[in-house]
């Protein structure tokens, strides 16, 4: 068990320009999902996948980002025209279940600075 | 809607010290209850669950309480090390849904 992976681990890019972010989840977790953290604040549930239907988006997800998880296993997240409100960390998490919520075991993140 | 306030920090204390880190939440229902921890350089770690209430999560010497009648869940370690400097995380999983919510972390530094 190799834990939860995330790649890049960081990102510079300049405003305007598109980025993806890949997670690797355990490899027997059904369940992935991303959240992203700003400085000194907690981190914030952006979408989460069981299996490859993405079953819960939330607002804070506008339309300029978009997560898949194309055949249940690893995920990326897709941020177009990036402006610098989208710096943050963004966290990708992984469980197993089908009940209530389990234990997510979260990656190292992958840090994005848009100039 | 569901949210969670932790104390605000940073904390400092001297090795040895007792700790407590205060939870509070706001949900329907019976949510589950977390504490996280991020250490300097890695990632987000579970430290403890709840599950229901009275129910005592523990682990590493700390431990936390779910209290459903004050909406609780303080986290408390009786003798501090400087290895426990990290960021701490408290967190709920609403009832019938995936996603969690965290409150802000609290930042603790342990000095020798």
């Given amino acids: 068990d190799t834990g939860v992976s995330q790649n ?29 953290q700003t400085l ?31 055949k249940g296993s690893f995920s990326t997240l897709e941020i177009q025209r990036t402006e610098q409100g989208d710096s943050a960390m963004y966290l990708c998490a992984s469980s197993w279940g089908t009940g209530g919520v389990e234990t997510q075991y979260f990656g190292p993140g992958t840090r994005l600075l848009v100039l | 809607g569901d949210s969670v306030t932790q104390m605000e920090g940073p904390v400092t204390l001297s090795e040895e010290a007792f700790l407590t880190i205060n939870c509070t939440y706001t949900a329907t229902g019976y949510p589950s209850l977390f ?33 459903k009648e004050t909406t609780s869940f ?3 370690k009786g003798s501090v090390q400087v290895s426990d400097s990290a960021v701490y995380f408290c967190a709920l999983g609403p009832q019938g849904a995936q996603k969690l919510v965290f409150g802000q972390g609290t930042r603790l530094t342990i000095n020798p």
């Avoid at chain 1, 890019?13 to 977790?29: A, L, M």
């Avoid at chain 1, 907690?42 to 898949?68: M, V």
């Avoid at chain 2, 990632?43 to 999560?57: F, M, P, S, V, Y």
């Fill in chain 1, 40 to 70: 000194g604040q907690g981190p914030e549930f952006l979408t989460y996948f069981q299996n490859e239907a993405q079953l819960e988006k939330s607002r804070l997800l506008s339309d300029r980002f978009s997560a898949e998880r194309p």
């Fill in chain 2, 74 to 76: 303080h986290l408390e």
């Fill in chain 1, 8 to 36: 890049p681990r960081h990102k510079i890019t300049k405003r305007g320009q598109n980025v993806t972010f890949r997670c690797d989840p355990i490899s027997e977790h059904n369940r992935l999902y991303w959240y992203r």
């Fill in chain 2, 35 to 67: 504490w996280y921890v991020q250490y300097p350089g890695e990632g987000l770690q579970l430290l403890l669950k709840a599950t229901k209430a009275d129910d005592k999560g523990s682990n590493k010497g700390f431990e936390a309480t779910y209290r």
